[in-house]
């Protein structure tokens, strides 16, 4: 893969059974995803986009923030996680969304 190719992903991770106001959690799992270097991430309302140069930083950006809520005691996570690999021209992001219009 090309230095301009980028994997982008969508993750959503969220706790089970922690009442109602999950924030405490967001934040957790936020923190963790803003601490690793080169990517690129965007939030929104109902979870977070990545953008990487390789799919292991996805996957270890994923596992890590997955685990964090088990640390602060989080007994059940449920994570989703939504890869888009297109290898054929270098994108990002807001690429997908220029498209639209």
Do not use: W
Request: net charge positive; hydrophobic share 35%; glycine share 4%.
């Amino acid at each position: 893969m090309n230095g301009k190719t980028k994997i982008i992903a969508e993750l959503v991770i969220s706790p089970v059974g922690e009442g109602t106001s999950l924030s405490k959690y967001v934040k957790e799992a936020v923190k963790v995803i803003e601490s690793f270097p080169n990517i690129r991430v965007e939030h929104h309302s109902m979870g977070t986009n990545i953008e990487a140069d390789d799919i292991d930083t996805i996957l270890e950006v994923t596992k890590k923030a997955h685990e964090s809520l088990f640390k602060i005691g989080c007994q059940r996570v449920v994570t989703t996680l939504k890869i888009d690999d297109r290898r054929d021209k270098p994108r990002k992001m807001e690429d997908k969304v220029k498209a639209l219009h």
